[in-house]
């Protein structure tokens, strides 16, 4: 598996609170990307990056934001969490280089907004 | 956005049928990406098409990139209670950079022994 750690796996927060994710890759990727995963929805993208300091909205980006200050780490935050982002989490690498670019997940956060 | 539809968004079969999904885009893609995902765990990579109109295997698995770059199938033949799990495509659009990774809304596929 590729070196792809999520932090934490588990988190439990009251509505309103801030919440931040962690992605910390070891493989020197370019592209990083935050996914939810909803019973009936699949993996929603929220923001990608595409470099460091270079992100972008997905397609759920309301009520969250991201940062990348370095290649190894994408962080996601919920500035006031509420329960409609009670979800499994999931973050992926990806590279450019080479014909086979497909992505690399890490093991995932289940957060639970109360 | 990238639109791409995956269905059925479920499927229960008897071990030893076929299995097959679909996913259909509404623009033309670059390429397409398939990945399993079983219960518990997260996506994994299986395969990757690119030309039009090829066709790829992996032992029981057939997968399908149409010659319009619009839709591709990914077929199981004889299902297995491992092959049990969410199958997603995931497409980029032909038009972009290329950094942005859509996933369809997946499979999943239960089987019963």
């Known amino acids: 598996d590729a070196g792809i750690t999520q932090s934490p796996r588990h988190k439990v927060t009251e509505t309103g609170t801030p919440v931040t994710l962690r992605c910390h890759q070891t493989?020197?990727?370019?592209?990083m990307y935050w996914y939810r995963q909803d019973p009936g929805h699949g993996l929603r993208l929220i923001h990608y990056s595409y470099g460091v300091k270079d992100t972008d909205k997905g397609e759920v980006s309301d009520g969250y934001s991201v940062s990348r200050s370095k290649t190894e780490d994408f962080l996601l935050t919920l500035e006031s969490a509420t329960s409609s982002q009670t979800s499994v989490y999931f973050c992926?690498?990806?590279?450019?280089?080479?014909?086979?670019?497909?992505?690399?997940f890490g093991q995932g956060t289940r957060l639970t907004v109360v | 956005g990238q639109q791409v539809m995956q269905i059925p968004q479920y499927q229960h079969v008897q071990e030893g049928e076929d299995f097959t999904t679909y996913c259909n885009s509404s623009t033309t893609l670059s390429n397409i990406q398939w990945y399993k995902q079983r219960p518990g765990g997260h996506p994994v990579f299986l395969i990757q098409l690119v030309k039009s109109g090829e066709v790829k295997k992996q032992k029981r698995l057939t997968f399908q990139f149409g010659e319009a770059k619009k839709n591709s199938s990914l077929h199981i033949t004889a299902t297995q209670t491992t092959d049990v799990g969410t199958y997603f495509c995931?497409?980029?659009?032909?038009?972009?950079?290329?950094?942005?990774?859509?996933f369809g809304e997946g499979t999943q596929l239960t089987v019963n022994p």
């Open positions: 992926a690498i990806r590279s450019p280089q080479g014909g086979r670019t497909e992505a690399f």
């Open positions: 995931a497409v980029r659009p032909e038009e972009t950079s290329g950094s942005r990774l859509t």
């Open positions: 493989e020197n990727h370019r592209y």
